[in-house]
């Protein structure tokens, strides 16, 4: 799993993740970045799962519970870019529920509260 951060200006946070989101160790790693985007003051967080190319339920997991931490320190998270069989989890799981389910970075970063 490689994760990479980028930022839209001025104040959205782009977690690029590439890989399989999946039980086992690496999964952890969007946990921490997770975490380490709210102490340093993230609140606007979109998840670009385009590189994506497998998930499960710890996944699923991993990504409800980044959301409520961002939420609790006063943020929001987006999802943007899920295609194929992640798009399926995220359908069937109903994440959107939880979480924006957006197409692009784009679509996705122009529904944050200014």
């Known amino acids: ?7 839209i200006e001025p104040d959205i946070t782009v977690v690029e993740i590439n890989g399989r989101i999946t039980i086992g160790r ?3 790693q969007l946990e921490w970045t ?3 985007l709210v102490r340093d003051q993230a ?3 979109i ?3 385009s590189r994506v190319t497998q998930i499960d339920s710890t996944g699923i997991g991993i990504i409800v519970m980044s959301a409520a931490q961002v939420k609790n320190s006063g943020g929001e998270l987006r999802i943007a870019g899920a295609n194929g069989h992640v798009e399926k989890v995220l359908r069937m799981t109903s ?3 939880v979480v ?3 197409a692009t970075i784009m679509a996705a970063s122009t529904t944050f509260q200014h």
Not at 1 to 7: A, M, N, Q, V
Request: hydrophobic share 30%; aromatic share 0%; net charge positive.
């Open 43 to 45: 609140r606007k967080i």
């Open 26 to 28: 690496d999964c952890k």
């Open 47 to 49: 998840l670009d799962l």
């Open 95 to 97: 994440l959107e529920k």
């Open 100 to 102: 924006p389910v957006h």
């Open 1 to 7: 799993l490689e994760i990479k951060t980028s930022r």
């Open 34 to 36: 997770t975490e380490s």
